[in-house]
């Protein structure tokens, strides 16, 4: 069991590290990266030449304890990051699915984003 998720992690950071050197953020398009655990979900939306984070989600907020990590809380988390976006004036990031398939919670928050008006 043990060796069975260290390939899988092994697999997946293999998948990360190739997915990082085409993807970039910058200033007018940022990165929008996603991270999943069994207990919360993360989202962060970084720009890559000054290193900054310019906004973030994540279910361990105080306010958005309530959301699980679920299909249905990642489409919540994706809206919430998207009219943090909105108000900040940022309309276009690039998406970084952090070595993750796109399926289930990553495809929700990504989908949840783009229903808040984010275009990737």
């Known amino acids: 069991m ?15 590290i190739h997915i990082r050197k085409i993807i970039a953020g910058t200033q007018e398009r940022p990165r929008m990266t996603v991270t999943r655990s069994n207990r919360a979900l993360y989202i962060q939306i970084i ?11 994540s279910t361990l907020e105080k306010d ?21 976006l909105l108000e900040k004036n940022i309309k276009t990031v690039v998406f970084d699915r952090n070595g993750y398939l796109y399926h289930g919670v990553v495809k929700a928050m990504a989908d949840g984003a783009r229903k808040a008006g984010i275009e990737f």
């Open 47 to 57: 720009d890559d030449a000054k290193g900054h984070t310019l906004a973030s989600a």
């Open 2 to 16: 043990l060796r069975k998720m260290i390939e899988k992690n092994r697999k997946r950071l293999k998948r990360k």
């Open 64 to 84: 958005l304890r309530n959301i699980k990590p679920t299909v249905e809380g990642a489409g919540q988390l994706g809206e919430i990051m998207g009219k943090r």
